[in-house]
């Protein structure tokens, strides 16, 4: 299995994970970003858009499916969402052909390859986040939630990578020039998650064979690269990898061995 996230923050969240069971499957997760930008990291990384076989939404937040639609009618891409964020934002979705609804903690399969939604506390209709699993490795991606729960915690459980949202440092909301309402809601149990929350969440699932931690959905006003880098690399061994992803470009390919 191997992922490479196209971009993250609040502008726009896009990654693509490929796994090969005999037949190659390439998921996208998510479509924040707009539709040409979309393709182009798409290509840069040297995926066709035409290659995609499905494209699984965590929640409507326009910065999760700004160009869903779009992509999936253009390439006539199967669509996975839950009843709640597709109709919290069915204005959008009229004219999709291929349409699934994604129920928690039922796994969806495709091509052989195991993809496990379950609940987040966030404030969408019905968020989600997903576990990707393939015959040797199982990946997390994490993001959007506002805080950790027990089933979140058991749900993360022996993974071999990890996604997971490092969006706000507390001290630089606080002083932050954001309206107050707006830093209540980035704080609140169904908003973000702290670099506290994710450091927390790491200490009670990390295990020996985890081998790559991506801090994803940081905000470039309230936290900062150098300051989620140095708090995993302060949590975790040596043997695992940390990369931050960012809003501005892609990361590489990441493999899990």
């Known amino acids: ?7 993250s923050g609040s502008e726009g969240n896009s990654l693509v994970v490929e796994t090969d069971l005999g037949i190659k499957t390439k998921i ?7 539709f040409d930008v979309l393709e182009e990291r798409l290509s840069d990384r040297k995926v066709l858009a035409s ?6 939404i965590t929640h409507e937040h326009g910065d999760h499916i700004r ?16 009843h709640g964020s ?23 399969t495709l091509n052989g390859f195991k993809i496990l939604p379950f609940s987040v506390p966030h404030d969408a209709r019905e968020p989600v986040a997903l576990v990707f699993q393939d015959s040797k490795h199982r990946l997390g991606i994490l993001t959007d939630a506002g805080s950790i729960t027990p089933h979140i915690t058991k749900t993360l459980s022996k993974l071999d990578g990890l996604i997971l949202e490092f969006n706000y440092e507390p001290n630089m909301l606080k002083k ?22 994710a450091t927390n969440l790491l200490k009670e699932i990390y295990h020996e064979k985890m081998q790559v931690i991506v801090a994803a959905h940081l905000s470039q006003k309230n936290n ?13 061994r040596d043997s695992v990898k940390i990369v931050i992803a960012g809003q501005s470009e892609p990361t590489g390919w990441i493999n899990l061995i």
């Open 1 to 7: 299995m191997r992922f490479c996230c196209l971009g």
């Open 28 to 34: 996208l997760v998510d479509c924040g970003l707009k």
């Open 51 to 56: 290659e995609i076989d499905g494209i699984f």
């Open 67 to 82: 160009s869903a639609s779009k992509f999936a009618r253009t390439y006539e891409i199967p669509l996975f969402m839950t």
């Open 86 to 108: 597709f109709y919290a934002s069915r204005d959008n979705f009229k004219k999709i052909k291929f349409l699934s609804f994604l129920r928690s903690d039922k796994i969806q």
């Open 176 to 197: 932050s020039k954001y309206p107050s309402i707006l830093k209540k809601r980035i704080s609140s149990q169904f908003g973000h998650l702290s670099n506290n929350a």
């Open 224 to 236: 900062t690269p150098e300051l989620v880098d140095c708090i995993l690399n302060r949590v975790l």
